[in-house]
């Protein structure tokens, strides 16, 4: 016995003079780390995708300690299991040996009948559990999905099949669909013109222009435009008549009737009912809904498209205006720059770029170019729209200029590691025929050079998608009334403010009223946002790693 | 051939415009940085610099009576003089088309003819008790109305009556009032005033209704029980609560609030000669001058229980002479001193800032008014009104206030305290960068201690131990870490992992002992392994190995945790916390922060560190191993001395990163500016701060510029860093190639 604990005392002595230990305790380190990065990717996919997953609506029946019977019904939110000692204080009977108590949420929704569309139910209580086919989930434009049983449908006061649902929905569809192109863009761009006479008046009378005719002129256009204003405006409530003409009456988990007008009413599923593949096909519906919708209910549920919009379009205007400067610096930085201090300066700068905090850049942003730059441009070519301000306000514009200020050093430090892989024989053997130093430059070494600066500029954009901090200071808002790019001329409208998915991550997470029932929209923009990041990266390190190999080919 | 030769000079050309183009370029990458940190500075600058004076404006009256009282208008275009006479005189102080500076804008009299204005008594902007010879008493106010026509601006001066023409009734036995002072608000008007006959009297006017549109009021004559005859001066603090009263070296407080009864709250006796009293903006403070040039601010401290008026500082003036006059601005913590001999000194209090001092005038000024902007200072000697502009926009803002502990009124004792806005008006905003910049240590360091022992062995072990295969794929899937936008990190963090945290606090602590325990416990059973089994799995693929492993502890301390805390902590952690161990425990705590931020920084410093270890020449570990040595050996010795200098800049990034981070911070703490290294508590960072701050400063405003001097900070931490770090990296480059 004493002779096999001394072996095992020296194995074990062994074992740690070997250093085997500290090898396997740094190997300890990368698993950490590998288990937490894909651990993270794997916690956004999967809430991020059960949230569009049609879930099976239950009716639960429990009965509780006063004995008194409740039915309640909708989706399983959550499940968790609570010590029962915390149950100690309420009257409810519980099996003495058990220490914890499992409880569902419960997201019952019909937010107009009960003032929280959540609730908790203790499994002990429940008396049975069920998933009736006829339960519907009513998708609705204002107050949240209703859960219930549809009791009828009513076609113009008559009452009607239920089969003529789905006809109906179709029929609403197409009325509602007319109605966001009149408001949004007919009466939109009304509004947008008459703003813009007003202006015209404006500007006129401060250079002492406004001459009778002149005025005449506008205000006979502006007649012109609030006549056509007042006929759509007639189309428009004719359309709402429409669409307002049939309704459903849908009997709630309580027994309680309501009435739900179609105008309400977006969808209509019985989630129950559906076969794998209808849901995977209501699935991706739900997916694409997501993309293209607009937001609804204070950006708590709906699409995410206006964010989707705002940020591709501030990353591209970022793009066009960091790619030449940083090129340009990338090239100066490896063919141009001699060994000398300024040299120094300019590479420790470029470092500096890169480490100073974001949120730096934001207030940099905000003070220079928003309030600077921003006041200067209005003073000289707005003075009309004065004291609201045109470019003076945080906008898109001086969002993209702001990132790309933040992202400058990226596309020089992947450019200039492309140009230092170019073998200097190239240079030398364009240089020897003859070819002058820019020649050189722009048919050699540019298209080799490609690549490199292709995946600069990947990275750039992954890393200004997902920036938040600068942008809450010079343009991201929670709710744009317009896209920044639309009909009306000149199109593009720079000095909009815009939506941005990672800052409708944090408004919808962190300030909306109802944070639970925001969550798993929450979860699907993170996703959405995480695999737009992500495969932007691995587009860039995959041309990086051809151009590498590229490269090692060239040099043998 | 002629051809080419035509085309040289454009292609010389082309290729010299290129050149100039690139080098522009290149150095505008330069431009921009020193761009950004010259307009922080620019912006910031204005808050340090100290009080600028300049003469406006002089006129010489026409009256050449003594002026008992002034005032300017907002614009600094029109002032008022009021003279022993009872004449009020408005003067222009800018010149227009039709009228001159000086000229006369309308002369009024207030009081009957040949009559004496006593007494002309301020409270507050242009608000004066009139008190004359006939013991006819009138509250006026002087008026300034802008009227607009078409091309200009043109002020219509007049003067008010706001409790009416009529003589006020202020004792009821209508004795001489030899000293008064009051206040008024729109429902009450309180005056205190010591009459001829030795009595000191509280005389309210109470509004049936509102004295904004109605002046009807009911009186109530009160006496105030006094031991002393002798009454040198009378203050009413504008919120009608306490009544200070001067009778020889002491200071007598009343308190105002009962109609019934005035009672004597306390006395303030200060060990020095009073010479001059006044009260500081926002009712709390009293400020005494003395006969040696020194003015002290009080103001109640609560101690043992009950709250005590307390000498807070002291300000002196240089050239020590007695206090004549004292005049406080009406919304900010500013006031202005005036001496016999004509000496004005300008203080702040909060930053104990002398902010100005000179010689303006030959002796004390008849009359003496700050312009409602509290821009400028009037002042009448004999026949000439000097208005005086005073450039002071950020008095608040001294180095030292920002990073010193400050003496708030009402706060028991000096403190570090960031609070920039608040519901009531007369809040003194409190600018203490040091609680912020604390809380931006205080998560950097959280998040370095959770993420460099992880950073640090994962690059050692990818850079040095890993077969290339492995390592091609382990490298991009750490770095893709990097990628993964921080708000996403920060939402989890605040949202997922700070309920888990709570729930499962042991757990967290249980994992602390539990992943290295069963790493080891993993490697000595590989260990033991036979060796046909060892050569199947090598060492080699220790860290997938490892996976499963580090999974099933995780596993283990989840679902211990409810068992030890029931076992030690009486079935609640946080409840232990809070009450055993006197600690507040937040849901959003350092603890979260830590380990959000520290997988932010992770991939940063593992890149560095593990391209560090990675670029160790080959021939300095293969001579150590050729020498006997272990692998590990091998690796203390030979390749972290080696790569030292690459893991410290590493480690510098890692910081910087930390340190810039906004929003994990944002969103995983509850963002209260606190100074405490608790880990269950929350913090605020410099960088959170701005972001939460920054969208409601106002533009121009000690807080927007105390948020830039915020930004500066982190700009330069950072720069001092990220230069370290790579001119470390550029030495040992340099060192690696030479080997």
């Known amino acids: 016995m004493m002779k096999n604990s001394n072996k095992e005392q020296k194995n074990m002595n062994k074992w740690f003079s070997s250093g085997s230990p500290w090898i396997w305790l740094s190997a300890g380190g990368v698993s950490i780390s590998l288990i937490s990065v894909l651990g993270l990717l794997w916690l956004i996919a999967s809430k991020g995708l059960s949230y569009f997953w049609p879930a099976e609506i239950h009716e639960f029946k429990s009965i509780d300690q006063h004995g008194k019977h409740t039915t309640v019904i909708g989706e399983i939110y959550d499940r968790e299991f609570i010590p029962a000692s915390q149950l100690a204080h309420t009257s409810i009977v519980l099996d003495p040996t058990q220490e914890t108590v499992e409880r569902l949420l419960v997201k019952t929704g019909n937010r107009e009948l009960v003032s929280l569309d959540f609730r908790w139910i203790l499994v002990p209580q429940i008396q049975s559990t069920s998933t009736p086919e006829e339960l519907a989930v009513i998708e609705r434009r204002t107050n949240g999905n209703f859960y219930g049983y549809i009791d009828s449908v009513v076609l113009d006061g008559k009452e009607v099949e239920k089969s003529k649902l789905p006809e109906l929905l179709t029929r609403v569809d197409n009325f509602q669909e007319e109605i966001d192109q009149l408001q949004t863009t007919d009466i939109g761009a009304i509004n947008y013109q008459l703003e813009r006479l007003r202006l015209k008046e404006r500007k006129y009378k401060l250079d002492n222009q406004l001459t009778e005719a002149r005025k005449q002129e506008l205000a006979s256009k502006t007649q012109a435009l609030k006549d056509e204003y007042t006929t759509l405006e007639s189309e428009l409530m004719a359309l709402r008549d429409e669409v307002a003409r049939d309704h459903i009456v849908v009997r709630a988990m309580d027994g309680q009737k309501v009435t739900i007008n179609f105008e309400h009413i977006l969808n209509i599923t019985y989630n129950n009912k559906l076969g794998l593949f209808e849901k995977v096909g209501t699935f991706l519906s739900q997916i694409g809904g997501f993309l293209i919708d607009d937001p609804r209910e204070a950006n708590t549920e709906g699409g995410v498209f206006p964010a989707i919009f705002g940020t591709v379009l501030m990353v591209l205007l970022m793009t066009v205006i960091v790619s030449p400067f940083g090129v340009v610096a990338a090239i100066y930085l490896h063919e141009y720059a001699g060994k000398n201090a300024l040299t120094k300066l300019l590479r420790i700068a470029v470092i500096n770029l890169a480490g100073v905090p974001s949120i730096v850049y934001g207030v940099f942003g905000l003070g220079f170019f928003v309030y600077m730059v921003g006041g200067s441009l209005d003073q000289l070519f707005y003075p009309e729209t004065l004291p609201s301000p045109t470019f003076g306000t945080p906008g898109v514009m001086w969002s993209a200029i702001t990132l790309a200020i933040l992202t400058l050093p990226v596309v020089i430090v992947s450019t200039e590691e492309g140009l230092a892989r170019i073998p200097s024989a190239m240079r030398h053997g364009s240089l020897a025929l003859g070819a002058t130093k820019a020649e050189t430059l722009w048919r050699i070494i540019l298209p080799i050079a490609s690549p490199a600066i292709m995946t600069g500029i990947i990275l750039a954009i992954a890393r200004a998608a997902g920036e938040v901090a600068p942008l809450m200071l010079v343009g991201v808002v929670k709710m744009a009334p317009n896209l920044p790019l639309d009909g009306n001329f000149p199109f593009l409208h720079l000095d909009r403010k815009f939506m941005h998915l990672g800052f409708h991550i944090y408004d919808v997470g962190f300030q909306s009223p109802n944070v639970e029932a925001a969550r798993p929209l929450v979860y699907a923009t993170a996703l959405l946002l995480v695999m737009i990041i992500i495969s932007l990266n691995m587009t860039a390190v995959s041309i990086r790693n051809r151009l590498r190999e590229k490269y090692r080919m060239l040099e043998h | ?739």
């Open chain 2, 1 to 739: 051939m002629t051809l080419a030769f035509k085309s040289t000079g454009s292609r010389q050309l082309k290729n010299s415009l290129a050149k100039w183009l690139i080098t522009l370029g290149g150095i505008s990458v330069l431009f921009t940085l020193v761009l950004i940190f010259m307009y922080l500075l620019y912006v910031i600058k204005p808050v340090f610099d100290s009080a600028k004076v300049e003469p406006l404006s002089q006129i010489t009256l026409s009256s050449t009576n003594t002026s008992l009282s002034t005032g300017v208008d907002e614009l600094k275009e029109v002032a008022y003089q009021i003279d022993n006479e009872g004449l009020a005189t408005f003067y222009r102080l800018k010149a227009t088309d039709q009228h001159s500076v000086g000229s006369v804008l309308l002369t009024q009299r207030l009081i009957s003819e040949g009559a004496q204005l006593t007494h002309s008594v301020n409270a507050g902007l242009d608000l004066l008790l009139l008190i004359d010879s006939n013991n006819n008493n009138t509250l006026v106010s002087p008026d300034f109305k802008a009227t607009y026509t078409a091309d200009s601006r043109e002020i219509v001066a007049k003067i008010e009556y706001p409790l009416g023409e009529e003589s006020l009734i202020i004792d009821e036995n209508e004795a001489t009032i030899k000293k008064v002072a009051f206040g008024m608000d729109t429902e009450k008007a309180v005056f205190v005033a010591s009459t001829a006959d030795g009595r000191l009297i509280k005389t309210s006017f109470i509004a049936d209704d509102d004295f904004t549109y109605d002046p009807a009021y009911e009186v109530n004559f009160q006496e105030i029980e006094f031991y002393s005859k002798t009454v040198d001066d009378i203050l009413v603090t504008p919120d009608l609560s306490l009544a200070f009263v001067k009778s020889g070296n002491t200071v007598s407080v009343f308190e105002l609030d009962d109609e019934d009864n005035v009672p004597l709250k306390t006395v303030i006796k200060p060990k020095t000669t009073i010479t001059s009293l006044a009260l500081l903006s926002g009712s709390s403070s009293i400020l005494i001058g003395d006969d040696k040039g020194v003015i002290s601010q009080w103001f109640e401290v609560a101690a043992e229980g009950n709250r005590d008026f307390q000498e807070i500082r002291t300000f002196s003036n240089e050239t020590g002479e007695a206090i004549k006059h004292i005049y406080t601005e009406q919304f900010r913590k500013s006031f202005y001193t005036v001496t016999e001999t004509g000496v004005v000194d300008i203080f702040y209090t909060t930053s104990e800032a002398e902010l100005w001092s000179g010689k303006m005038l030959t002796k004390a000024p008849d009359a003496f008014a700050i312009s409602p902007r509290a821009d400028a200072i009037i002042t009448i000697l004999d026949d000439s009104l000097v208005l005086t502009a005073v450039h002071n926009e950020h008095p608040e803002v001294t180095w030292s206030a920002l990073w010193n502990e400050v003496w708030y009124e009402g706060y028991q004792e000096p403190d570090y305290i960031w609070q920039s806005t608040s519901g009531t008006d007369d809040f003194e905003a409190k600018f203490s960068l040091v609680p912020i910049s604390f809380g931006t240590i205080k998560a950097a360091f959280y998040a370095m201690l959770f993420a460099v022992p992880i950073a640090i062995t994962a690059a050692i072990y990818t850079a040095y131990f890993m077969t290339p295969g492995l390592r091609k794929k382990v490298k991009p899937t750490i770095e893709l870490m990097e990628a993964l936008p921080t708000v996403i990190l920060g939402f989890l963090a605040g949202l997922w992992l700070a309920p888990i945290v709570e729930i499962y606090l042991p757990a967290i602590f249980l994992l602390v002992l539990f992943l290295p325990l069963s790493t080891l416990i993993a490697a000595f059973a590989w260990y033991n392994l036979p060796k046909e089994i060892k050569v199947k799995i090598p060492e080699t693929l220790a860290p997938i190995i490892l996976i499963p492993v580090l999974l099933v502890s995780l596993y283990f301390a989840f679902a211990l945790s409810p068992v030890v805390e029931a076992s030690l902590f009486g079935g609640d952690v946080r409840q232990f916390i809070t009450n055993e161990l006197g600690i507040n425990f937040d849901q959003r705590n350092a603890l979260v922060v830590g380990i959000a931020m520290g997988f932010a920084v992770i991939p940063t410093i593992f890149s560095m560190a593990e391209d560090a270890i990675f670029s160790v020449p080959r021939h300095l570990t293969s001579g150590s191993l050729a020498l006997g040595a272990t692998q590990w050996q091998t690796l203390i010795k030979v390749v972290l001395l080696t790569a030292s200098p690459g893991i410290f800049s590493a480690l510098m990034m890692g910081l910087g990163r930390a340190v810039g981070e906004t929003m994990i911070v944002l969103m995983a703490t509850g963002n209260t500016p606190i100074l405490d290294w608790s880990i269950f508590q929350g913090m605020r960072t410099l960088a959170a701060n701005i972001a939460v701050e920054m969208p409601e400063s106002e533009v121009g405003s000690s807080h927007y510029r105390i948020l830039f001097l915020a930004a500066f900070v982190l700009f330069v931490f950072t720069f001092v860093f990220n230069t370290l770090a790579e001119f470390v990296r550029q030495r040992l480059r340099e060192k690696y190639s030479s080997l």
